[in-house]
C-alpha cells in the first residue's frame, strides 16, 4: 500500500514568499522519497483572518505547532533597542493588533526585556494601530511631538515599520531616535540601509517550512514531537545584511 504525506501550510497574510518555502520543502522531502511509494507534498495557503478560527475536523491529529516564538521575538527587538542606546532613555513599543496574541506578544517581549535589563530606560507607551497605517503614522507623529526626547521606537510588524520609520524621517530625527523594527521586508530594508531603522527583528520562512515537513515525517514515522517547536529569529543590522545567511532568509 502507497502511504501519501498530506501537509496543511498556512501562511495567513505573504502569500507572495511561498517562493521562500519551496527549497526548504523540497530539500526536507527528499528523504522521504525512498521510503514511500508515493510521496507527495499537498501545501495549502489559507489567507485566515487574525480573529477567525481555523476548526481542524475530528479526524484531524495536531501533533506539533510550528512557528515563531513572538515574546521571544520582541525580546530580541527589546535587546537591540536597548544596545543601541547604550540602555538611557524613553521609549514607546507600536504594535499592530492588540486582539492578536502573538502581536501583543511582541510588545511585552520588548518591554519586558527593557525593563529587566535596561534601568535607567523607560518604556513610556505601548499603543496598538488596529492593523491600519494611517494610524501607525499618526500614533509615531505624536509620540514625537509629546515626547520631545523620545530616545527610541520598537514597531513590531512590517507596515507599523514603515509607518515609524517615515515619521522619523519627515521629522527630521533620524540619527536622534533609535529605531527597532519587525519584519525585514525590501521596504523596511531600505530604512536599514539609509539609517533611520537601526535594526530589525525577522523571522525565517524558510526555517518554519523545513521544520514543518521533517516534523510531518517523523509524525508519520511514529516518532513524538514536543507541543510547540519554535523556529529560526534573526537581527538584521546594516552590519550584517550582505552576510550569504542572511540574505537567504531575506530572499531578496
Given at each position: 500500500m502507497s502511504t501519501q504525506l498530506m501537509v496543511l501550510l498556512l501562511r495567513p497574510l505573504m502569500s507572495s514568499r511561498l517562493q521562500w518555502w519551496k527549497m526548504p520543502l523540497r530539500r526536507a522531502l527528499m528523504p522521504s522519497a525512498s521510503r514511500y511509494a508515493t510521496p507527495r507534498l499537498w501545501c495549502q495557503l489559507s489567507r485566515l483572518q487574525p480573529q477567525r478560527e481555523l476548526k481542524l475536523s475530528c479526524?484531524?491529529?495536531?501533533v506539533t505547532f510550528i512557528a515563531t516564538d513572538n515574546y521571544e521575538a520582541g525580546r530580541l527587538g527589546g535587546k537591540a533597542l536597548g544596545e543601541a542606546l547604550?540602555?538611557?532613555?524613553?521609549v514607546c513599543l507600536l504594535g499592530s493588533q492588540e486582539t492578536v496574541p502573538s502581536n501583543v506578544a511582541r510588545c511585552e517581549g520588548a518591554r519586558d526585556y527593557i525593563e529587566e535589563n535596561f534601568p535607567n530606560m523607560e518604556v513610556v507607551d505601548i499603543q496598538y494601530c488596529d492593523g491600519?497605517?494611517?494610524k501607525a503614522l499618526t500614533i509615531s507623529n505624536d509620540w514625537i511631538t509629546a515626547i520631545p526626547d523620545l530616545a527610541g521606537i520598537f514597531s513590531n510588524n512590517d507596515f507599523s515599520t514603515i509607518a515609524a520609520?517615515?515619521?522619523i524621517e519627515e521629522r527630521g530625527r533620524v540619527g536622534e531616535i533609535v529605531h527597532v523594527g519587525f519584519d525585514a521586508t525590501e521596504t523596511n530594508v531600505v530604512y536599514l540601509e539609509s539609517g533611520t531603522t537601526t535594526a530589525i527583528v525577522t523571522q525565517d520562512p524558510s526555517d518554519i517550512g523545513y521544520q514543518s515537513v521533517v516534523s510531518a515525517v517523523k509524525a508519520l514515522e511514529g516518532e513524538s514531537l514536543p507541543e510547540n517547536?519554535?523556529?529560526n529569529i534573526v537581527v538584521v543590522t546594516k552590519d550584517n545584511l550582505n552576510d550569504a545567511d542572511i540574505r537567504a532568509i531575506l530572499g531578496f
Open positions: 479526524s484531524t491529529l495536531l547604550g540602555g538611557e532613555g524613553k491600519d497605517m494611517e520609520a517615515n515619521i517547536i519554535g523556529t
